[in-house]
């Protein structure tokens, strides 16, 4: 692939992702991490590597948090289900 077409290729894929952000502004913060971090990785194996490392220490980040939501769920559910009981007899 000649320069030029890379060079489009780059372009229409930041406009995307500047419409993306546009619509979704509550991932603003976590593109701007990206970006720091990015800017300060040398070529693009690198910036692959800290990719796929931001995305597991995020993807661990949120299964820690869905435990924690299944727990306060489940006691919740529990919690319904004693206040139920006395009204099923």
């Known amino acids: 692939m000649d320069e030029s077409r890379k060079h489009a290729k780059l372009d229409r894929a930041l406009e995307a992702r500047d419409e993306f952000l546009k619509e979704h502004s509550e991932l603003l913060t976590f593109q701007e991490e990206i970006d720091q971090i990015l800017g ?23 299964n820690r948090l ?18 139920a009981r006395p009204t099923l007899h």
């Open 66 to 83: 869905a435990k924690q939501l299944h727990a306060i769920l489940e006691l919740t559910f529990k919690a319904l289900l004693q206040e």
């Open 40 to 62: 300060q990785v040398g070529g693009p194996d690198e910036r692959m590597r800290i990719l796929a490392l931001e995305m597991e220490k995020k993807l661990i980040e949120l």
